[in-house]
């Protein structure tokens, strides 16, 4: 059964974790494509790994099984689980990680995984990327039924994630949820959130409000040739602040968790 796995971890890529991890599933289905969505997510860092498999796992064929490993209570009594959606999968800790899941999606599965012979280890205190999550992701893609592995739960941890919020009927506020690699500033207000207006309206007439500023909506990075902040909504239909060829957040001092509204 010729199915994907990502890895999605906090790991880094000067330690051998990530190549265990990939040895382990192998060594348990040699047929599966293993596709690395990032290893430099910040350390410890749940939240940030919630928003980004959030933002990645849709663009993957039906049925891949989705590794997400950012594990701060590893070798504690937090609980191994996997989610399962409509047409994908999830294995990891239940510590928050899957959170932007839970907050997108009104019909899933949460199974507590207590089948302990599909394990590398039993004992292992410091590895479950390698020793747990790796080989259940391996059993589950070779297409082991969920229930095999354990119990359906609810009291699965959830985290709070910030959502917009529409705060009248021309206005929704919301916040910097994540940061690229560009210093682009990502929010989490979504085109969908603005309802039935054409995308040429809103850029036409919308205002966007950030740390006291007003700042005008592009259609892409290069419609602007200053270091100014500007916005636009990017490829995901994301809010995003920006600088041309330049850092939004070193330029501005932006950083997650900063308020964002747009008034429609």
Same mark, same amino acid.
């Given at each position: ?85 409509? @047409? %994908? +999968? #999830? /294995?990891?800790? $239940? ?14 599965q949460v199974i507590h995984?207590?089948? @302990? %012979? +599909? #394990? /590398?280890?039993? $004992? ?29 739960i609810d009291d699965y ?108």
């Amino acid at each position: 059964m010729n199915r994907a796995i990502t890895l999605l971890t906090d790991f880094g890529n000067k330690d051998p974790f990530v190549s265990q991890m990939k040895g382990v599933i192998l060594g348990i289905n040699d047929e599966v494509q293993i596709v690395d969505i990032t290893h430099e997510i910040s350390r410890h860092h749940i939240r940030e790994a919630a928003v980004t498999i959030g933002m990645s796992y849709e663009y993957f064929p039906p049925l891949t099984v989705h590794t997400c490993v950012v594990d701060p209570g590893v070798g504690s009594g937090r609980r191994p689980i996997i989610v399962a959606i409509d @047409d %994908h +999968y #999830f /294995v990891g800790p $239940d510590n928050g990680i899957f959170s932007y899941i839970f907050a997108t999606h009104d019909i899933y599965q949460v199974i507590h995984v207590r089948a @302990d %012979h +599909y #394990f /590398v280890r039993k $004992d292992s205190s410091t590895c479950h990327g390698r020793d747990i999550f790796s080989p259940v992701a391996a059993w589950l893609a070779k297409g082991v039924p969920l229930e095999n592995f354990g119990d359906e739960i609810d009291d699965y941890i959830n985290l709070n994630l910030p959502m917009p919020q529409r705060t009248s009927e021309s206005n929704i506020e919301g916040e910097v949820i994540y940061i690229d690699n560009f210093g682009n500033a990502i929010t989490n207000i979504a085109l969908k959130d603005l309802g039935t207006i054409s995308k040429h309206e809103i850029l036409q007439r919308s205002k966007v409000l950030c740390k006291g500023s007003q700042i005008e909506l592009k259609s892409y990075y290069s419609d602007v040739n200053d270091k100014a902040l500007y916005a636009l909504f990017n490829s995901n239909d994301m809010l995003e602040l920006f600088v041309y060829r330049g850092s939004a957040v070193e330029a501005n001092g932006i950083k997650i968790g900063d308020a964002v509204g747009i008034v429609v």
